[in-house]
Every structure is written in C-alpha cells, then in structure tokens.
Nanobody, 125 residues
Framework: QVQLVESGGGLVQAGGSLRLSCATS????????MGWFRQAPGKGREFVVQ????????VYTDSVKGRFTIFRDNTQNTVYLQMNTLKPEDTAVYYC??????????????????WGQGTQVTVSS
C-alpha cells in the first residue's frame, strides 16, 4: 500500500476546468497502476480513469472521454487529472487510487489497494 494525498478540488462553473493532483508519500509510482474514482451524492463509487503501470496506456469511462486527461510525473511521484469542459454531473468526491502490484485490466474498487482521502469537485450550472 501507499499513502496518497489529493489536492485541487473546488467549485467551478459548468464549462470550466480543474486539475487534481495525487502525490504519494515518496514512493515511486512507475510500477503502479494509478487512477481516479468518483462518488456523487447518493451514488456508489465509480471508476473514472486509469494509467497503467507500464505507462502510456490509459482507460477512461465513456462519460469523460475527450474532456478528462490523466497524466503522471514519475519523477515527482505524482499523478494528475486534468478536467475540462466540466458538467454539473461531474460533481462528486474524487478519489485517487493505486494498485501497487503489476496489474492488467480495468481498476475496480476490489482491486485497488490504496486510496486517497478524496477531494470535492462541485460544478455549478
């Protein structure tokens, strides 16, 4: 497991942008699958995006394709989520997630071994 610390959430108008950051506690993430989940009020936690431990391979949920981008800086042990053209339905608590062992497939709650504390993103209409 690894400690994950998120930052960058906030309130933004529809159509705006936010960038979330997820920093690890000095642990190298080059071999980790890193991703983001979100949980809207009254709903379960859902997968948003992941970046594979091999690097260069990303998976996005359909609702964010073309608007969100995940990228990682392995030298800083940080992963980012750039969110553009935000919509009110993107309002949720966003959680950084990591799988610290070699992993193939799409992240699920059951396969994640490390979670951040969550950061609130609110998009007003």
């Amino acid at each position: 497991q690894v400690q994950l610390v998120e930052s960058g959430g906030g309130l933004v108008q529809a159509g705006g942008s936010l960038r979330l950051s997820c920093a690890t506690s000095g642990r190298t993430i080059s071999r980790y699958t890193m991703g983001w989940f979100r949980q809207a009020p009254g709903k379960g936690r859902e997968f948003v995006v992941q970046s594979s431990w091999r690097g260069g391979t990303t998976v996005y949920t359909d609702s964010v394709k073309g608007r969100f981008t995940i990228f990682r800086d392995n030298t800083q042990n940080t992963v980012y989520l750039q969110m553009n053209t935000l919509k009110p339905e993107d309002t949720a608590v966003y959680y950084c997630a990591a799988i610290s062992l070699p992993f193939v497939g799409t992240m699920t709650e059951d396969t994640v071994d490390s979670w951040g504390q969550g950061t609130q993103v609110t998009v007003s209409s």
